[in-house]
Structures are given as structure tokens and as C-alpha cells.
């Protein structure tokens, strides 16, 4: 091994320093929330809560579990995430082969058409009323249809497809496989990779997404619980925030006193937050190659 | 063998035989993948787009697109003249350049220490910590800063009381002075990590033997970090860099929308995605709206082909 010079060791400890800071501030904010979300509510009003919970308690997520109106935010995150997730994945990837046949008159006409449109766009308030226009407004189908195909998850499966060895697709059709039957029974059982990372992808954006949500539904039953949880912590009074809940939950919340809206809130967050928790390995372990392909291969 | 050559003949003659309309409905399994994902992309792209012109018209909801009159300039003129104007685009330029001047070195600074790192234990895990709050929902990010901040108790709050600095807490989103640096912290926070991950792809790429010779001609570390690994990932940098101006008037949303929820923050939050949303959807003013962010679009454009033209200069363009 090489000398270091004094200068070198400064360095070092400065960049070591510097990225442990950084790492902390990271995980604390995370970390607190998680002790307030098993304090209890009262006790942490009182301040001094950080690394770990001083008074420990599970009522904030009782709270949770017995809120019909947050039960039923989550399943419907739940529901558009997979629902949302598999029929992107699947239209997107029948898109994507065709678009890679050689034969397919008009491909380079069609390549165009999608590469505009990551170029270009509406813009918010003409995509509003396009979709208040199609009565798209109010149903759950306004996560699944305006996403079905992404032309970004399309190079992606364009570029893996194209790889692909050519000679298994020439003798699936020598013995008399049509295209459909190409992509279902040779071309996607090769793409496992590809179709994890993408719908990993896919999955953690349908999950986060709070916005469209908030636009385009009103009825409290069909919102998310990312935009739920908008809504709680843009109420900061208690109160305002006890009649979010339905009867049942007020129940017990009356009989325990102790929650706040903050301990509450944290407590929906981490819900919130646990699936995504849940697939970070996995999405880690994917989205340094996802990344390289999706921002340097164009 | 009969039957191949039987159907071998019929080929031959049939392929060049037929217009294209004919060869085109021959191959309708073919057609059949791309029409669907053609079509909703026209709806969902292309109709917008076109819809864009609802800034020319104004917009009645009952009559719809088709009927209500055209107006030419008019909204835009009272964008120009409005009030608001002035502080949503100053804001707009002064936040999206503060994201530029931060943001975007932040994760090269990030990638060029993490470099530096030889335990590759500590290494995965600062990558593993610093990675994870790019894929939270804003909505998260802004729970967790909202109580980080909070004036009742927040953790920053009772850092600064125990260290003596001040006495009473602070109630850091209500105050004006304060937001652009949440804000931008805030951003910082969420994409350093992944945004790290490019420039350390690139970094691995760079010849070993660069190094070794630098290292024989007796360069420091720290120099080697200015003569050999900024230099040789200055492409990268360049391209993204590119993109970056390109986005430049993208200065935030959702982040904006959810931390500056107080209201007194208007003046220094306001940005023109931002105001859109609230004149469109908020105050149902479509025409407006729709001219405010065709106004921001046709400068994004001509902010990306001036920055493309700078850095074909250099070598580096994107087209």
C-alpha cells in the first residue's frame, strides 16, 4: 500500500466525519418519528423525546387499526398499487415488444410519437380537464388508465428485449408460435429481471402518489392514504383532527386521552411508510442498474 | 416436401404484391401490440397538448372547449400585469437557482467522498441510509420535517434550548426569512443520496491506472481528486448539468405545496407550478391557469436549447 501524507489523513477523517454527519441526519428525523409514534401522546408533549420512547405505548397504532376511514385509505393504496403495478407492466411490456418486431410498418413513425412526448406535455390544468372530460374523475380507474403505458419503462423494455438472443424467437416461430405467443411463452420468461426492477418502479411511484389523488377524487372513500395523511397533518388542531375520525375510533380515543394528533399522526406515517421499507432491499438492490439504463442508454 | 415447396412458391410472388395498406392489415398481430399503447397515448399526451390552447380561449365550463370564444393574448397580458407577478416569478428564479447552486453539486460532492471511503462496510451504509428518503413520498418528507421543525417540541427546537442558543422556540414554517433554506435543505436531504449514484457509476469507470501513475509522480489524494476523477467525469456533468437548466423553472411543487401550507410563507413560496395550481384547480380560472404554464413551458424550452448550444461548445450537447 501507498503513504498517505498528512494531508491525506486530514482528508480522510474530514470526509469521514462528514459522511457519518450526513448519515445521521438521515436517520434521525426517521428514527424520532418512529420512538414518537409508540409514545404516548401526552408524555411527548411534554418534550425531551428523542432516541427512545419514554413512556412506551401501542395506542397510537390502535387508534389506527380501529379507523374505518384509515383502513380503507390503505387498502385502496394497496389496491392501486398492485392493480396499478401489473397493468402498466403488462401493457407496457406487449407495447414495447411490438414496437421491437422488425417488420412492424410505421415503427419509426410510431418511435417518434412516443419520444415527443417526453419532450413535450399539457401541462396540469389541460390534463384536468382532459380527464374531467372522459368522466375519469371520482373513479378508481383514473390510477390505473392515464398510466397504463410509460414511455420510459418502454426504452427500457425495448433495449432489454433487443438483447435478448435472437435465435430463440426464430425457432419459436419456425415451429409455428405467432408473435403473441413468442412474447407470452419465450420473450417474458426471459425478462424476469427487467420486469422486477420496472415494477418495483412502478410500484414505489403508484404508492407516494398523493397529488392526482387529491385533484381528481373526492369521495374520501377512493382517496390514498398518502393524501389522507395530507390532509391530518394540514389539520394541526386535535380537535379537527379527532372528527376526521369516524365513531368507532373517537370511541377509543376517548377512553385513552392520551394520543395527540402528532403522536397520531407519526403513527399513520410509519404505516405509511413500512411498505416501502418492506422493498427498499429489493429496490436497492435493482435501481443502480434501473438508473444507469434509464438516464445514459436513451 | 411437396407442401414446403407449394408454399414456398406462394410466398415468393406474394411479398412484394400488395399496397401498404394490404401488407399493413397482413401483419394486424403486429399492429395489434402498438395500437392500444398508441391510441392511450395519444388521449393522455396528445389531446393535452392540444387542449393547451384552452390559453387562448376563455374557458367556460358549461360551453366546454369547443364552444367558448377565443381571446388571443388576453390572459397572458394579465399575467404580466397581475400583482402576483412579480413575487411568483422572482421566487420561481431565486428557489430554482438556489436548488442549482446546491442541489446539483451536492451529489457530486457525495459520490467524489464516498470514494474516498475504504470500509466498505461503512460505505454501503451511509449508501443504504442516504439512498432510502428518495423513495418516501413527499408527503412523508414533509411529516417528518413539519415535526423535526415543530415549534412544540421539535427536535431542532429542543437541540438549540438545550445548547443555549435560544430561549423560546421558534416556529421555523411560519417564518418568511426561514423557508428557502428549509426548502432547499430539505430537497438536499431527499435526492442526495440517489443522486449520487450516476457520478459514483461514473467515478468507477475511470482507469486505475490513472491513479497509479499520479500516485507515482507523487499527487496527493486530494489532488488526484482535481486532475483525474473530476476531469474524467466532467461528461457526465455536463450532460446533467444540461438537463438541470433544462428543468430549471421546475423550482418545485410538491415540496412547496406541502411544507408551505402557512399561509403568511405566500410571498417567498409562490412559485408558477404552484400558482397554477391554485388559480386552475383551486380558483377554477382554467384559461389563465393554462396561459401561466404555457408561458413557463416556452422559456423552459429556450432555456434547454441555450444551455444545449453553450455546451456544444465544449463538446457535450445533448442532441
Redesign the interface.
Known amino acids: 500500500m501507498?503513504r498517505?501524507?498528512a494531508?491525506?489523513r486530514t482528508?480522510?477523517i474530514v470526509?469521514?466525519a462528514?459522511?457519518s454527519l450526513?448519515?445521521f441526519?438521515?436517520?434521525?428525523?426517521?428514527w424520532?418519528?418512529l420512538v414518537?409514534s409508540f409514545n404516548a401522546g401526552q408524555d411527548?408533549?411534554?418534550?425531551?423525546?428523542?432516541f427512545w420512547p419514554r413512556a412506551f405505548t401501542l395506542e397510537n397504532y390502535d387508534i389506527i387499526f380501529k379507523d374505518n376511514r384509515l383502513l380503507g385509505a390503505f387498502g385502496i393504496s394497496v389496491a392501486k398499487t398492485v392493480v396499478g403495478t401489473v397493468a402498466s407492466i403488462l401493457?407496457?411490456a406487449?407495447?414495447s415488444?411490438?414496437?421491437t418486431?422488425p417488420?412492424?410498418?410505421?415503427r419509426k413513425y410510431?418511435m417518434i410519437?412516443?419520444m415527443l412526448?417526453l419532450y413535450?406535455?399539457?401541462?396540469?390544468?389541460?390534463?384536468?380537464?382532459?380527464i374531467r372530460?372522459?368522466h375519469l374523475m371520482n373513479t378508481f380507474l383514473v390510477y390505473i388508465?392515464?398510466v397504463?403505458?410509460n414511455?420510459w419503462n418502454?426504452i427500457i423494455f425495448r433495449t432489454f428485449f433487443k438483447g435478448l438472443p435472437e435465435g430463440l424467437q426464430e425457432a419459436a416461430k419456425i415451429d409455428g408460435a405467432?408473435?403473441?405467443g413468442t412474447?407470452f411463452r419465450i420473450v417474458l420468461p426471459l425478462s424476469g429481471p427487467v420486469i422486477a426492477t420496472l415494477s418495483l418502479f412502478t410500484a414505489?411511484t403508484q404508492?407516494?402518489?398523493?397529488?392526482y389523488a387529491s385533484?381528481y377524487i373526492e369521495n374520501v372513500r377512493l382517496l390514498p392514504i398518502?393524501?389522507i395523511?395530507?390532509q391530518i397533518?394540514?389539520s394541526n388542531i386535535v380537535t379537527e383532527n379527532v372528527s376526521a375520525l369516524d365513531a368507532g375510533a373517537q370511541a377509543a380515543l376517548g377512553k385513552m386521552q392520551k394520543v395527540t394528533s402528532?403522536s397520531l399522526?407519526?403513527a399513520v406515517?410509519m404505516v405509511?411508510?413500512l411498505p416501502?421499507?418492506c422493498v427498499?432491499p429489493f429496490?436497492?438492490r435493482h435501481?443502480?442498474k434501473g438508473?444507469?439504463v434509464g438516464?445514459?442508454k436513451e | 416436401m411437396a407442401h414446403l415447396t407449394a408454399n414456398t412458391e406462394h410466398d415468393i410472388p406474394a411479398k412484394p404484391s400488395g399496397g401498404p395498406w394490404i401488407r399493413f392489415f397482413r401483419q394486424w398481430d403486429m399492429q395489434l401490440m402498438v395500437w392500444p399503447g398508441l391510441l392511450l397515448i395519444f388521449v393522455f399526451s396528445y389531446i393535452p397538448m392540444y387542449g393547451i390552447l384552452t390559453a387562448f380561449k376563455d374557458y367556460n365550463i358549461l360551453k366546454g372547449f369547443a364552444d367558448s370564444p377565443w381571446v388571443g393574448f388576453k390572459h397572458f397580458e394579465a399575467f404580466f400585469s397581475n400583482p402576483d407577478f412579480g413575487h411568483v416569478m422572482r421566487n420561481t428564479i431565486i428557489i430554482a437557482l438556489l436548488k442549482l447552486a446546491i442541489g446539483f453539486p451536492a451529489p457530486i460532492l457525495l459520490a467524489l467522498m464516498l470514494n474516498e471511503v475504504r470500509h466498505a462496510f461503512f460505505k454501503r451504509f451511509v449508501q443504504s441510509v442516504t439512498y432510502l428518503p428518495y423513495f418516501l413520498s413527499w408527503v412523508i418528507v414533509a411529516g417528518i420535517v413539519i415535526s423535526i421543525l415543530s415549534v412544540d417540541n421539535g427536535s431542532v427546537n429542543m437541540a438549540l434550548r438545550g445548547l443555549g442558543l435560544i430561549d423560546n422556540p421558534i416556529n421555523f414554517l411560519s417564518i418568511p426569512s426561514y423557508f428557502w433554506t428549509i426548502l432547499i435543505t430539505t430537497n438536499v436531504w431527499k435526492e442526495v443520496g440517489f443522486g449520487s449514484i450516476v457520478f459514483l457509476a461514473a467515478i468507477a469507470g475511470i482507469d486505475p491506472n490513472l491513479y497509479e501513475a499520479a500516485e507515482m509522480d507523487g499527487a496527493s489524494k486530494f489532488k488526484q481528486i482535481f486532475l483525474i476523477t473530476l476531469p474524467s467525469i466532467l461528461p457526465v456533468i455536463a450532460i446533467f448539468f444540461i438537463l438541470a437548466i433544462g428543468n430549471l423553472l421546475n423550482a418545485g411543487f410538491e415540496d412547496i405545496l406541502l411544507l408551505a401550507k402557512n399561509p403568511l410563507l405566500r410571498g417567498v413560496s409562490d412559485v408558477i407550478d404552484t400558482y397554477v395550481y391554485r388559480i386552475g384547480i383551486e380558483n377554477m380560472r382554467y384559461s389563465f391557469a393554462t396561459a401561466i404554464g404555457l408561458f413557463k413551458a416556452v422559456i423552459s424550452v429556450l432555456l434547454l436549447v441555450v444551455a444545449n448550444q453553450l455546451a456544444r461548445r465544449s463538446g457535450n450537447s445533448l442532441w
Not at chain 1, 411527548?44 to 428523542?50: E, I, N, S, W
Not at chain 1, 404508492?207 to 397529488?211: D, H, K, L, P, R
Request: with cysteine; charged share 5%.
Open positions: 501507498h498517505l501524507t494531508g491525506d482528508m480522510t470526509i469521514y462528514l459522511l450526513l448519515t441526519t438521515t436517520f434521525y428525523p426517521f424520532n418519528a414518537i411527548t408533549a411534554m418534550g425531551g423525546v428523542t401493457a407496457t406487449v407495447f415488444y411490438g414496437m418486431l417488420g412492424l410498418i410505421g410510431y410519437f412516443c412526448t413535450f406535455g399539457g401541462g396540469l390544468i389541460p390534463t384536468y380537464l382532459l372530460d372522459l388508465v392515464p397504463l403505458i414511455v418502454m405467432g408473435n403473441w412474447l414505489v404508492w407516494n402518489e398523493w397529488f385533484i398518502q393524501t395523511l395530507r397533518l394540514n402528532k399522526s407519526m406515517m405509511a411508510t416501502i421499507v427498499y429496490v436497492q435501481f443502480v438508473v444507469l438516464s445514459l
